[in-house]
């Protein structure tokens, strides 16, 4: 399954920069769109999301930001900190009688530098 | 804040037992969710259930696959007969909307010998 790739397996990243995640997708049906942040030996927990309908989403230092046309999501944190090092997924939703499925990225391991 | 708890956190069983993994949702939640992950791969989606019925399920969900919700706040994933390629990370999820911003548990990991 390939709808949802996420090309990068990891990312380094000096604490206080940016860092940048990115998603493609392939199903024009998908229309929300979400990143989970997981730890290891827990459950992936829900940061931010956005509908098709906008083009950005900020939530204090995480902003997701949509290009439809392009299939493609990313995430930005400014500043990143050493606590934002874990496993990043996105995940898209169709909607309608999709409404609770997710189809998950298979993830980027994000490492903050103190 | 509320979580997802599931019991147990490590399962280890024998191929073609019967296992049964158990969650408890979030209270006020009405949508509930199974998912895995194999190892080295990605988190899959496998069952959505909502009113007392399943209301979307996976290829990968088939007839080995159950799902109940036997009381007022537990939610269970019924494998009858494990294989082999059925180990691995099993998460349960609840949502009080049916909005995809749901809340996962921690998960079982499920070790088929």
């Known amino acids: 399954d390939q709808q949802v790739k996420q090309n990068s397996p990891s990312l380094s990243v000096q604490e206080g920069r940016i860092s940048i995640l990115n998603c493609d997708y392939t199903?024009?049906?998908?229309?929300?769109f979400l990143w989970y942040k997981k730890y290891p030996a827990e459950g992936p927990t829900f940061l931010i999301s956005?509908?098709?309908?906008?083009d950005k989403n900020e939530d204090g230092r995480f902003t997701v930001f949509l290009n439809k046309s392009a299939k493609h999501l990313s995430l930005h944190i400014v500043p990143s900190q050493p606590g934002d090092s874990a496993v990043y997924f996105c995940?898209?939703?169709?909607?309608?009688?999709?409404?609770?499925?997710?189809?998950f990225g298979q993830g980027t391991i994000l490492t903050v530098h103190p | 804040e509320p979580e997802v708890t599931q019991t147990p956190s490590h399962q280890v069983t024998q191929m073609g037992q019967e296992v049964i993994l158990r969650c408890v949702p979030i209270?006020?939640?009405?949508?509930f969710y199974w998912y895995r992950q194999i190892l080295g791969q990605k988190v899959e989606f496998l069952v959505s259930?909502?009113?007392?019925?399943?209301?979307?399920k996976s290829e990968i969900f088939d007839d080995q696959f159950s799902v109940e919700r036997p009381d007022g706040s537990n939610f269970t994933l019924k494998i009858r007969s494990t294989k082999l390629e059925d180990s691995a990370m099993y998460f349960c999820?609840?949502?009080?909307?049916?909005?995809?911003?749901?809340?996962f548990g921690s998960g079982t990991r499920l070790t088929v010998v």
């Open positions: 999820a609840s949502s009080e909307s049916g909005y995809p911003g749901y809340t």
């Open positions: 209270s006020n939640h009405l949508y």
């Open positions: 259930f909502y009113n007392n019925e399943i209301s979307e």
């Open positions: 956005i509908s098709s309908i906008k």
């Open positions: 199903n024009s049906m998908f229309d929300y």
């Open positions: 995940a898209c939703n169709a909607g309608g009688t999709s409404y609770g499925k997710l189809t």
